[in-house]
């Protein structure tokens, strides 16, 4: 038989290597500001267009190449970081496996255009999937720009594969913030869609990090120091007290090059130990100096993961370290260690008092009329009422009545079911459940699921249908956001509007709060809409179909009664009500149930055992 074993072509070899180093825009991002530092630039711009998908660009003043380089750079295995193996034990750059350039054009249209201090001309060359498309001499200032766009044309696949705009743009900005903290001594730009997110001038690490996270940062973080032969510690711990429920605001380096390590961040969290509730997450922007030689980069592709020779003494050393920071600072525990974390919220929602969610009806409104927003306001509600509740015109005033197992629908509810019973009976157990006599049986609510979906519909009805009343604020709350906060804020906006919150941009940090819908508290407003833009950041997904479900299901987690609240009868009620008159009253907006029934069979069996 004849052999069959053949040397793949070099642009099907590319395409193969782009595949472990590009695997969405934000891998682009991280190997072009990576080059863009090694090449020793001061300013560097990164440009984002459709979330990176259709274009990402770099623009640095660095030393740029020469016409030779300019050509070679996108060859496999080409670099001009390291000669020899030896090299790789001594490294101080970021790149050095010579292979993303070659991979990125293996996979998009990139333009390159580049020109050293001593030549008058540069070099400009356009190359898609692997061939050179042009080369020709250009007039461009000294450094380098690279342009990448259409990433993926040649496989769809991947394309496909890419999440939403808001998601791709969370990885691209966590890529651009693990560069811009590792280097403040570089001028960095970050525009998306023509809009400047952030422009960090040089400056040193407190003021990078401030600049990055908003002005309240100042005061909230702690410098951490620590000399020794095996390792180098400096950098900044958040106080204690300003710990979050998220972990977006920790940072490891080694050698200037972010790295994530279970390990470490282990040794971290082991100095706060005694000063942060369970749950809680520190910010940390920890940097360490270890000698090349003691460490191995070369184990993972995308270079987050790095091995130590020492890790059990850097451990030590780490965690010693962060323990000294606070304790030099006298940083006491300020936390109450009795009160139980369960009943915890995320921002002391618990001791709101509850909104009355309620029916209120009005009989004389006709949801097909023209003028939806002049549905008068029942009496029986404490605020006005969003219009849509009046889509329920032929429910009683009095409690809708229910057999609570057997609701397929709420057709069925209203036009069936209806007064054989009424909640009047309803008791709270627990200070968690609700529990009432029907003609059923015994009905076992869960007050909180039972509010989170009645706040959920709200809401999702208040973006899509009929805009929520709003509740002008005698006093606006002034919120900081920083860029990308910014962005996201903007892109929910509308929605926010539509739910009833109303806004007045003051500066480009900060935007003022003047309205609230009448479901959300004052004191809550500003920790709602941040919590709302984390969880949007951060692409938690609870299975939001789009992003409008995706807010309603933030919002309705952030502000429904918690277990723990006692409920007054009156409010006992209004959730009852609420709660059947919902398009759906069985299951939380995240797939738990919310009530079942003890039925005069499951009791005869009970005790038939
Ligand atoms: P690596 O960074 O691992 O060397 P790359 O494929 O990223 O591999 O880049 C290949 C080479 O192209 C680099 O070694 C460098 O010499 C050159 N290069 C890439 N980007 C720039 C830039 N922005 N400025 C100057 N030279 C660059
Ligand atoms: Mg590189």
Not at 494 to 517: K, M, R, V, W, Y
């Amino acid at each position: 038989m004849s052999s069959i074993i053949q040397l793949l072509p070099d642009h099907v070899a590319n395409q193969i290597a782009a595949g472990e180093v590009v695997q969405r825009p934000a891998s682009v991002v991280k190997e072009l500001l990576e080059n863009a530092v090694d090449a020793q630039a001061t300013e560097i711009k990164l440009l984002i267009k459709e979330a990176g998908k259709s274009l990402v660009q770099v623009i640095d003043n660095g030393i740029g190449m020469s016409v030779t380089d300019a050509r070679m750079c996108f060859e496999r295995h080409a670099t001009s970081k390291i000669r020899i193996a030896e090299d790789l034990f001594q490294l101080n750059t970021k790149g050095f496996r010579g292979e993303a350039l070659a991979s990125i054009a293996a996979i998009a249209h990139v333009e390159l255009k580049t020109r050293q201090s001593d030549d008058q001309l540069g070099t400009q060359i356009v190359i898609e999937g692997s061939k050179i498309v042009s080369q020709q001499p250009s007039v461009t200032p000294q450094g380098t720009s690279i342009a990448v766009k259409n990433l993926f044309f040649n496989i769809p696949a991947r394309r496909n594969f890419l999440k939403s705009d808001v998601v791709e743009n969370k990885h691209i900005i966590d890529e651009f913030q693990r560069v811009v903290l590792a280097h403040p001594n570089i001028h960095f730009f970050l525009y998306i869609n023509g809009n400047e997110v952030y422009n960090l001038p040089a400056g040193n690490l407190r003021q990078r990090i401030v600049a990055v996270f908003s002005g309240k940062t100042n005061e909230r973080i702690l410098p951490v120091q620590e000399h020794t032969e095996v390792v180098g510690i400096n950098g900044f711990i958040g106080k204690p007290e300003f710990a979050k429920k998220s972990r977006t605001e920790q940072f490891l380096f080694v050698n200037d090059r972010f790295i994530k390590s279970g390990y470490l961040h282990h040794a971290i969290m082991g100095g706060f130990e005694g000063l942060i509730r369970d749950g809680l997450q520190p910010s940390y922007f920890i940097y360490l100096q270890i000698d090349p030689k003691h460490l191995d980069i070369n184990i993972h592709p995308t270079k987050t993961e790095i091995k130590f020779d020492d890790e059990h003494t850097i451990y030590a050393i780490l965690r010693s370290a962060v323990k000294h920071c606070l304790g030099q600072f006298k940083v006491a525990p300020a936390l109450d260690f009795d009160k139980d974390p369960s009943l915890e919220t995320p921002y002391e929602l618990y001791r709101k008092e509850i909104n009355i969610p309620s029916i209120g009806a009005d009989p004389n409104f006709n949801p097909f009329g023209d003028t939806p927003k002049n549905a008068k306001p029942s009496s029986f509600s404490k605020g006005p009422e969003p219009a849509w509740k009046a889509l329920y015109t032929d429910l009683p005033q009095e409690f809708p009545v229910i057999e609570a197992e057997f609701l397929p629908s709420q057709t069925k509810l209203f036009e069936e079911e209806r007064s054989k019973h009424d909640f009047s009976n309803a008791q709270q157990l627990f200070n968690k459940y609700i529990v009432a006599k029907t003609a059923n049986g015994l009905l076992i609510v869960d007050q909180n699921k039972a509010h989170q979906r009645i706040l959920y519909e709200n809401f999702l009805k208040n973006i899509t249908v009929s805009k929520g009343f709003s509740q002008q604020l005698l006093f606006p709350i002034s919120m900081q956001l920083n860029g990308p906060m910014k962005m996201i804020f903007n892109d929910i906006s509308d929605a926010l509007f539509n739910i009833g919150f109303q806004f007045e941009t003051t500066d480009s940090e900060h935007i003022s709060i003047i309205g609230i819908p009448t479901m959300i508290q004052e004191s809550e407003a500003e920790d709602v809409i941040k919590q709302l833009i984390t969880v949007i950041s951060e692409g938690q997904v609870f299975d939001a179909f789009d992003l409008n479900d995706k807010i309603a299901k933030s919002l309705a987690m952030s502000v429904a009664i918690r277990n723990g609240q006692l409920l007054s009868s009156h409010e006992i009620d209004a959730v009852l009500q609420d709660l059947f008159s919902c398009m759906d009253h069985s299951v939380s907006p995240f797939g738990k149930p919310i009530h079942f029934t003890f039925t005069q069979d499951d009791l005869d069996r009970k005790f038939a055992l």
